[in-house]
């Protein structure tokens, strides 16, 4: 059965930082898009970045500059770097894993306030 399971969100202040990491229990871990996507509270959820199998990221404009999205093959770990947070970026966050199917984990609280 695959597993992403999410760590690291937490409270943190406006231009503040965190790191999320998200282990994967997926035997061809390599050979999967990776992403993070978000869902506010009365919000759908948006993809906020995505790394594929060659390493090429990409990321929602309003993230960009501000966070980095990478991934550890060897570990089978994909993490999201968060800089400069701000209000608007309060969500859950999940781990995603995308090749013919997309996996979810359960998601992670990320909340920014003073």
């Known amino acids: 059965q695959v597993q992403l399971v999410e760590s690291g969100g937490g409270l943190v202040q406006p231009g503040g930082s965190l790191r999320l990491s998200c282990a994967a229990s997926l035997s061809t871990f390599s050979l999967y898009t990776m992403g993070w996507y978000r869902q506010a509270p009365g919000k759908q959820r948006e993809l906020v970045a995505t790394i594929n199998t060659g390493g090429n990221t990409n990321y929602v404009d309003s993230v960009k500059g501000r966070f980095t999205i990478s991934r550890d093959n060897a570990r089978k770990m994909v993490y999201l770097q968060m800089n400069n947070l701000k209000p608007e970026d309060t969500a859950v966050y999940y781990c995603?894993?995308?090749?013919?199917?997309?996996?979810w984990g359960q998601g992670t609280q990320v909340t920014v306030s003073s």
């Open positions: 995603n894993a995308q090749r013919v199917i997309h996996y």
